[in-house]
């Protein structure tokens, strides 16, 4: 059970609208382990009741359906399986690329098989598929499919270093634009600086191919660098990549730039995570309309665990959003609207675990 101040519902500074808002979500959650498999599978929505805007009272307002499996075919090979569903009327939450098309219904989900080769102690082959699709309840919000596949030879120089090649595929199907395929090359490298310290570097230029029009070429990067200590970890995250701009339509260069940091280990029970992210997206060279958007999120949360059955939970999470984006609506509607949203809730969380061996 939670209760949450929004303080702009419609994620729209023009019609900025506060609310209190009572969420109810029941959920499961499901774990299977053997020395051969593993499959974690959770499912929960909520039903929200607004103090004013009682108009917008929704038994599903949010849906979650996450899972994650692995099966080891033999001791050098694995195969993995992941998916996750997510529903929401803030669109920025369902959109990898952090952008708001306002308050809508909006779907993703993201289909992920794998497999992992180890070739020898030095040698590890991966393989990856990848099917997000996006949908959007409104008009004004282009849906999108997305498919990749990827392939990577890590080979461990040293027991610090170690070397990663591979090459990326990526096909775009967006509503209202010309479908889009990608091919990227990448070399990088991972290296451990202390037994606490990572790094992690990969770069290459990504081909774009639209289907009605000429080739260009720009940067992909992946960087990151993650710090364990005594009371917790902090990671910073560095990503380049073409991809899609939420509802917006057409392909997009996107980067972002962000940090987790989490303190799970000063105090029994208590989980605390700070999480800053600021993302750009911009067209991609020859698109039919101009996207320009740049978006900063910050969340603050925390966990307490009271007893095995019972959890105390808070959290705040500021949003902002601002777009020169030319994209409009039938109506003639700026599709992306700039935004200011605070949002902040505290409530309780009630649990059972059940065991069979």
Request: hydrophobic residues 40%; without cysteine.
């Amino acid at each position: 059970m939670t209760g949450e101040f929004n303080d702009n519902v419609f994620q729209n500074n023009a019609i900025k609208v506060s609310d209190f808002i009572l969420g109810f979500t029941p959920g499961v959650s499901v774990a299977l382990e053997s020395p051969v498999y593993r499959l974690l599978a959770s499912y929960s929505f909520t039903a929200e009741i607004y103090a004013d805007q009682d108009q917008l009272n929704d038994a599903f307002a949010r849906q979650s359906l996450l899972l994650d499996g692995t099966y080891r075919i033999s001791p050098v090979v694995t195969l993995s399986l992941s998916d996750a569903f997510l529903m929401s009327k803030n669109s920025n939450v369902v959109a990898a690329e952090n952008v708001s098309t306002g308050r809508t219904r909006s779907t993703t989900n993201t289909l992920t098989p794998g497999v992992i080769w180890q070739v020898n102690p030095q040698i590890t082959v991966r393989g990856r598929g990848l099917w997000t699709t996006q949908r959007y309840d409104s008009q004004a919000a282009l849906g999108s499919d997305t498919f990749g596949l990827e392939a990577f030879v890590d080979y461990a120089y040293t027991p610090r270093l170690t070397l990663i090649t591979g090459y990326q595929f990526g096909y775009f199907i967006i509503d209202q634009s010309p479908d889009t395929a990608t091919h990227t090359p990448r070399f990088g490298a991972s290296y451990r600086f202390t037994p606490t310290t990572t790094g992690l570097l990969t770069a290459g230029p990504t081909v774009i191919l639209p289907d009605n029009g000429s080739a260009s070429v720009t940067p992909s990067v992946t960087a990151s660098l993650t710090e364990r200590f005594s009371w917790g970890s902090v990671a910073l995250q560095y990503d380049r990549a073409v991809g899609t701009a939420g509802g917006l339509g057409g392909t997009t260069e996107n980067q972002s730039i962000g940090a987790v940091a989490q303190v799970d280990r000063l105090v029994r029970g208590l989980v605390l995570q700070f999480s800053p992210r600021y993302t750009t997206v911009s067209s991609t060279p020859g698109s039919t309309s101009r996207i320009d958007v740049d978006s900063f999120s910050l969340t603050l949360q925390g966990r307490y665990q009271i007893n095995p059955w019972m959890a105390a939970l808070a959290g705040y999470t500021y949003f902002m959003q601002r777009s020169s984006s030319t994209v409009v609506t039938a109506a003639g509607a700026v599709s992306a609207t700039d935004v200011d949203q605070n949002r902040l809730f505290v409530g309780m969380q009630f649990g059972y675990p059940i065991t069979i061996d």
